[in-house]
Structures are given as C-alpha cells and as structure tokens.
C-alpha cells in the first residue's frame, strides 16, 4: 500500500487513525494542498476527484476516506472499527456520516476558497461560516451520542469509526474557534481518544509534512 495524503486534512488523519489502529504503517506520499499538488496530472490520474486522500493497492486506487476505512476494515478485520450488531453498525455509520457528508464539505478548502474568490469572504466571515456549521453539526452529533448508554467509546469499550471520525473533527473546530465548551460528550471522548498512541501519533502537527499553520 501508499497512502496519498496532507498533514491536515480531516480525511487523511481519519484514515492515519484507522492505519494505526490496525497496526499498518503504509508509506506516505504528500500531496501539499495549498500548493495545488493534487491538481497535478499525475495525481489525477490516481484520484480524478483531485482530494487526498488516495490509496493504492494491489487492487487499484481507492479514494473517499469512509470507504478505505471500510476496505481496511473488511481485508484487517482486527480490531473491528464497527460495533456489533446491525442497529449498533448502523448508528456508528450515521454519526461517522453526519460528520464526513454534513460538516466537513463545508469547511474544505476548495469551499472556502470559493466563498472567497466568487463572494469576497473575508478571514472574519470564513471563520464564522465554519463556526456556524462545524458547531452546528458538533451539536447534532452530542445529541446522537446522548442517545447512547454511556460507555468509554461512542459505541462500546473500544474506539471505531465514531472517534476516526470525531477526532479530526474537532481539531478542525479548534483551528476555526468553535465552542464546543457544551458539548460533554464529545469533549470526553477526544480526551480518552487522545490518550491513545493510535489517535496521538496521527495527529497533524506529528506527521512527516506538517508546517506551521
């Protein structure tokens, strides 16, 4: 395997997170998003989406964050990423997607770039805008895990897709200056998260291509 990815993109730190939950320490080959890398033909020839992440394999390229996840998941099934049970599967994949599909397209860069060429956003109003979904959407998500009995992880003794999800998640509200002072759950959980060497080491500010923000 070769993992294409940035230092600080949600979705490569969601897959760096899965990687070292299952012990797998594929090579990295940056693909510097401000630079505009992953425009490159080469690149996109590998991912025609032009985003990181990118997985090669014996199989092909995969693509999309959630799916490599579940591609490692289904060829290294341990530890499992998802509870048991069908009910319990379903749930951990609707919090991991009211993240991935309705918080975090609406702070990528390719959006904020274009909220600030075509509508002349400023610094000021990008960062409210990321407040006002990525704090939103963080909300949702406390509800959701309310929902659940209370457990050292979202969805029983062991950190899954949830917290794959939720940990970069919430990097991302810190760089943008969400208050997630209200949010108990979530706060609990990215502490018992972070004391983990699987969450600490895929951490942005510790990967090979990291630069000062």
């Known amino acids: 395997m070769t993992f294409h990815g940035y230092f600080r993109s949600s979705a490569a730190y969601r897959c760096r997170i899965a990687f070292n939950l299952k012990g797998i320490a594929p090579p990295l080959v940056p693909v510097h998003l401000r630079r505009g890398e992953q425009r490159a033909e080469a690149y996109l020839a590998l991912n025609p989406q032009g985003l990181v992440p990118a997985l090669e394999t014996q199989e092909g390229a995969l693509t999309q964050s959630l799916a490599i996840i579940e591609w490692l998941d289904e060829t290294h099934p341990e530890p499992p ?5 069908a009910a319990a599967r379903a749930r951990a ?3 991991a997607l009211a993240i991935c599909c309705d918080i975090h397209p609406l702070q990528n860069l390719r959006v904020l770039a274009y909220l600030k060429s075509t509508f002349g956003a ?4 990008l960062d409210a805008w990321c407040q006002r979904w990525i704090g939103d959407g963080l909300a949702a998500c406390e509800a959701l895990l309310a929902r659940e009995p209370v ?3 979202a969805f029983g003794e062991r950190p899954g ?5 939720l940990i970069p998640q919430m990097f991302s509200a810190d760089r943008f200056g969400v208050d997630v002072s209200g949010l108990p759950r979530l ?3 990215r502490a018992a998260c972070e004391a983990l060497p ?3 080491d895929a951490h942005p500010a510790r990967q090979p291509d990291a630069e000062a923000a």
Request: hydrophobic share 65%; with cysteine.
């Open 151 to 153: 457990a050292p992880f």
């Open 122 to 125: 400023d610094q000021a109003a």
């Open 198 to 200: 699987a969450f600490a």
């Open 81 to 85: 990423l998802l509870p048991a049970g």
């Open 161 to 165: 897709l949830a917290e794959i999800c």
């Open 187 to 189: 706060r609990a959980l």
């Open 93 to 95: 994949r609707a919090f």
